[in-house]
């Protein structure tokens, strides 16, 4: 019995940090560019400790290694998963090396806007507790730019997501909507960078952003505009787009609609 309410508690301490993300104490620091602008999915990193610096976030450490955050914490004893601070240590897992391709030069497709099966369709339901939206039945999801798709999801070759490339600024918006819960430029390879929580088991990451337009905490409505799209930490102006599910990178085309404009300009 004792087991089961510390079980309990140490679940209404993840959903807590969900609601409001909290960053290890903010000291002042310059973001450096690099010459050559690595890809984000080009990072190896062993299995080992992770060293907390200031201004991480759970959610921003669990990202950058392919984990779902309550994994991260479960790891780590974390029973206030909110809580860390600069100079801590955290064990993480091994990361795999990604591929590092060229961009493809393929042309969108233009087709019917009826959207694809959700992942897993079928399969058994997942049971969420009570007063907590699945992301998985999230109705509405819009594309997140305008532009033409230069980089399709492929796994196989370490693409996490789809790279968008389109007009300096057109805006950027939320998928769908959620909780802000990073905003920031401290991962490599991503530029200015927003990942927004949809429900308990899915993220959305927006990379390479000219500016930023929101703030971890703040409450988003699919169609918002959550930044603008440009060439940070990258060659060209483009969106990095990825969907992560319990941490795992998955095909953004399985939630977005089937019809993709690829006129450039807003919409």
């Not at 679940?11 to 993300?21: F, I």
């Not at 087709?111 to 369709?121: E, K, N, Y």
């Not at 308990?200 to 603008?228: C, D, M, T, W």
Request: glycine share 10%.
């Amino acid at each position: 019995m004792a087991r089961f309410w510390l079980s309990v508690a140490v679940m209404l301490s993840l959903a807590a940090c969900a609601d409001k993300p909290r960053r290890a104490p903010i000291a002042e620091r310059q973001i450096g560019r690099p010459a050559v602008p690595p890809s984000p999915d080009s990072v190896f990193r062993p299995a080992g400790n992770y060293q907390v610096r200031s201004g991480d976030t759970l959610f921003k450490i669990a990202f950058e290694h392919d984990l779902d955050y309550r994994e991260l914490a479960r790891i780590n004893g974390l029973d206030d998963a909110c809580l860390i601070h600069p100079g801590q240590r955290l064990q993480v897992p091994g990361k795999a090396a990604g591929v590092r391709t060229a961009p493809l030069a393929s042309v969108p497709e233009r087709i019917d806007a009826h959207p694809l099966p959700r992942p897993g369709a079928g399969a058994a339901v997942v049971v969420t507790p009570p007063g907590v939206v699945s992301a998985s039945a999230v109705e509405r999801w819009v594309w997140p730019a305008r532009g033409r798709i230069i980089v399709d999801f492929d796994p196989a070759k370490g693409r996490k997501g789809l790279d968008i490339a389109g007009m300096r600024d057109a805006p950027v918006k939320a998928v769908a909507k959620g909780t802000v819960v990073y905003a920031g430029s401290a991962l490599r390879g991503y530029g200015k960078l927003t990942i927004i929580q949809h429900g308990p088991s899915l993220l959305s990451a927006y990379g390479h952003q000219s500016s930023l337009r929101v703030a971890e905490g703040q409450n988003v409505l699919a169609g918002e505009v959550i930044g603008g799209m440009g060439d940070t930490d990258t060659d060209q102006v483009k969106l990095h787009f990825e969907v992560r599910e319990f941490g795992k990178p998955v095909d953004p085309r399985f939630f977005l609609p089937r019809q993709f404009r690829s006129e450039y300009g807003p919409g």
